[in-house]
């Protein structure tokens, strides 16, 4: 039933939800897209796993399969074209590939919600902001229209929406973009879901805003231990928030662990490389040394590994030879047949 | 006093701003447009860019930046003000006068997609501007030219055929900057030219901004709102706040001597690529948005979100003066002492 959670024991689709605090987990994840003149190889190997109140971030640049990864995660992906062709998602132990369009929709909104990056394509600009966050009440939960309004104001005050009761019949136009995003929080958290995937939510924002937004997430994250994914390119960002991070290129994961250890020491040249790109706003930067090159085409990655034609580290090997994930610490991977020559360079 | 009279950094000035302002109409009805308010985009803003330097405008969404530039290279009718290339005003400038000067002053654009015709090969986009400005490079030299500004920007010359959509956007930024310098110009206005680039893209162009500059010592007007990259291009940078210049020096003064609360909001809201710095920096959380530029707070436009506000900020709008502080700042109560940052 709609209430799943009231239930003694936790079912989804007929399976007995597992009760610890591992929320999610994501193995060997695979999808492509098949559309007319090749097949787009989005995502190609990316495994990681959520706790309870933990926050991962998905690092990558434009191409690198993150937001692709996380729409699987969502089971948001336009089928045909994109299949996911390979690996695992288990929600709470519930194999989340396998279950019917019915029983995922369930789980969608109610148990894993979504933010994106651009609030004012992803609100409907006919309908009244409030209206809006009423319909999942409506829709999820049965509840009248006063009720959902009632219901969505309060979203709107949680969330941090000044004069909430005069602005619930607001549009979206009429709100500036970091209110927006307040409005798409709102509405993600409006069925208390266990795992908040929020893909790029700061991007299109001023930087004071955004700073404002990512408060508002840790807060409600604090209050509800609610998992959190954040998909970015913003090294900064993840600096910030991430307990733990995955970083991605051309559609695998390239290296992952806990957030301190990746910045401190990487071992992947890849991560090397995006670190030495970035320009800081506390210290004066010298010159900085830039990744060759541009990120590969999707339809033709290069062969064995897919950064070996941007990388100072590649030799013979890299080319003929996919790196495997090699553990370089406690929880910690890189796929580079070369990790310990870039951890010593690295000091 | 102006802000050229307060710098007093060596090099010849080629553009000297005073009290620019612009100010859009907001009208309403379609036949009978009544004018029902004004947006005071650009409220008399004062700077001197010289050679071989880059100054940078900083601010948020909204802030005027971007106009206060359109402005100057007159895609926009200034509403009062003068702006003087090597002495001259760009403002009194006849038809054919104005069309010499574009010359010297060139534009790098934000979006490398929109901003190259699709239907010309990269060699007619760099070249396009010798049909208007004849005699910068002789009919049988443009070729190798074009070669040679393909070779600078660090693109293979053998591509000068192709189409940009057989580029990706970092390469197509750089089509931009060689276009920028095939009219050999003094100034290029850059505008947010790196925001849509990838972080290890956006690095090489910056780098190559950085070397063209050493080469040939153009100046660079450089818009942008990544506060890192400023910091990182920027000999002096200006940060704007709802149409007005708050604070300008160089990067030490304005990034690590930081005295008017904007720039201070601003800075702490910029996250450090430093997890073990996470809950070190003092982060200040301004209330709300900016507020409409069509309506301004009276006296000191950021006193409806500074927490130092006191009653004269109301009523007195505080000039940008050096105030102590070893650079201009225009706050009646700015910060003087700096420990911390």
Known sequence: MAGSQTTTTDMIGGQAAATTGRLLDVEDLHVEFRIEGGV?????????????GETVAILGESGS???????????????????????????????????????????????????????????????????????????????????????????????????????????????????RQRVMIAMSLSL??????????????DVTVQAQIMQLLADLQKDTGMGLILITHDLGVVAEVADNVVVMYAGREVEKGESLAVYHHPAHPYTVGLMDSLPRSDVHTARLNPIKGSPPDLMHIPSGCPFHPRCPYAQEKCTVEDPPLFEVGPGRVSACHFWEEVRRDRG | MTAADVESEPGEVVLEVKHLVKYFPITRGIILRRHVGTVKAVDDVNFVLRRGETLGLVGESGCGKTTTARTILRLEKPTAGQAFYRGRDIFELSRSEMR??????????????ASLNPRM????????????????????????RVHELLEMVGLNPDHINRYPHQFSGGQRQRIGVARALALEPSIIVCDEPVSALDVSVQAQVVNLLEDIQDELGISYLFIAHDLSVVRHICDRIAVMYLGEI????????????????????????????????????????????VPSPADPPSGCHFRTRCWKAQEVCATDPPELVERGQGHPVACHFPQVEFADR
Do not use: C
Not at chain 1, 97 to 118: C, H, N, S, W, Y
Not at chain 1, 192 to 205: F, G, K
Not at chain 2, 125 to 138: F, M, S
Not at chain 2, 263 to 270: D, G, H, N, R
């Open chain 1, 192 to 205: 208390d879901p266990e795992i908040l995937i929020a893909d790029e939510p700061t991007t299109a924002l």
């Open chain 2, 100 to 113: 010499e000067l574009r010359r010297d002053i060139q534009v790098i654009f934000q979006d490398p997609y």
């Open chain 1, 40 to 52: 787009v190889n989005a995502v190609n190997g990316l495994s990681y796993s959520l706790d309870q």
């Open chain 2, 246 to 289: 708050v604070e300008t020096g160089n990067e030490y003064d304005v990034y690590d001597n930081t005295a008017h609360p904007y720039t201070e909001a601003l800075l702490s809201a910029v996250p450090i690529p430093d997890p073990a710095l996470r809950d070190q920096g003092h982060r200040i959380l301004l209330e709300g948005d």
């Open chain 2, 121 to 144: 090969t990269v060699g007619d986009i760099i070249a396009e501007g010798w049909k208007v400005h004849k005699g910068v490079v002789p009919r049988n030299k443009q070729r190798s």
């Open chain 1, 65 to 179: 399969g993150k937001s692709v990864s996380a729409q699987a995660v969502m089971g948001i992906i336009d089928s045909p074209p994109g299949f996911i062709t390979g690996g695992s998602v288990k929600f709470r132990g519930v194999e989340l590939l396998d279950l019917p369009e019915t029983e995922r929709r369930k789980v969608r909104g109610d148990r894993i919600a979504m933010i994106f990056q651009d609030a004012l394509t992803a609100l409907n600009p006919v309908f009244p902001v409030g209206w809006q966050i009423g319909e999942m009440f409506r829709i999820h939960r049965g509840l009248s229209r006063r009720e959902s309004r009632e219901r969505a104001i309060e979203l709107m005050e949680r969330v941090k929406i000044p004069s909430a009761r005069q602005r619930v019949n607001s549009y979206p136009h009429e709100f500036s973009g970091g209110m």
